[in-house]
């Protein structure tokens, strides 16, 4: 009785450790898969990032304020004018 008892812990604990193994196993796998689309996710937002500091900087560019100035305002570029300066006391 004792011995079959003692097989029969040792079977349990045998199959319980292959499930543990199993599980951990799965549970690698699915960290994993979460992990890469986590970094996939960071690289499409970095390079979004990075669209959208390449248009803040067209928007703002000193070209674009003067186009606009032209189009839509109807201003013109005035050539500037040379100072004089009276002669200094």
Do not use: C, H
């Not at 008892?5 to 796998?29: D, E, K, M, R």
């Not at 390079?47 to 304020?65: G, H, P, T, Y």
């Not at 186009?67 to 013109?76: P, S, T, Y």
């Amino acid at each position: 009785m004792s011995r079959s008892f003692v097989s029969l812990f040792v079977l349990g604990a045998i199959t319980a450790l292959a499930l543990w193994y199993v599980w951990q196993g799965w549970q690698i796998t699915e960290l994993s898969s979460k992990v890469i689309a986590s970094r996939l996710e960071r690289d499409e937002l970095l390079a979004q990032r990075d669209r959208f500091k390449l248009e803040v900087m067209r928007v703002w560019s000193l070209e674009n304020i003067e186009r606009l100035a032209r189009e839509r305002l109807g201003m013109k570029k005035v050539p500037p004018k040379p100072l004089k300066l009276s002669p200094g006391k």
